[in-house]
């Protein structure tokens, strides 16, 4: 389940809630790549637990990790 979007660049970031993963949906094509979670609810290296919200700013992109009480920040990769 679609929960926090944000834009980057002609890019869309959503925050999949229900998927454990945050990715970016590019509307010229349709296609759809994963930024960043596995899929798996958790505490690992690439894991989220219900991913809640997502910022970009500049090259960097902010996941509020819900269940897991964190805020992670990671680097874009260039567009």
């Not at 929960?3 to 094509?29: C, F, N, T, Y």
């Amino acid at each position: 389940m679609p929960h926090g979007i944000a834009r980057w660049g002609d890019r869309v970031v959503i925050a999949e809630m229900s998927a454990q993963r945050v990715v970016a949906l590019d509307p010229k094509d349709g296609s759809i790549t994963t930024l960043f979670g596995d899929g798996e609810k958790g505490l690992g290296p690439a894991q989220l637990y219900r991913p809640a919200a997502v910022l970009v700013d500049g090259g960097n992109l902010w996941i509020a990790d819900l269940y897991n009480h964190r805020v992670l920040r990671c680097t874009l990769p260039l567009q």
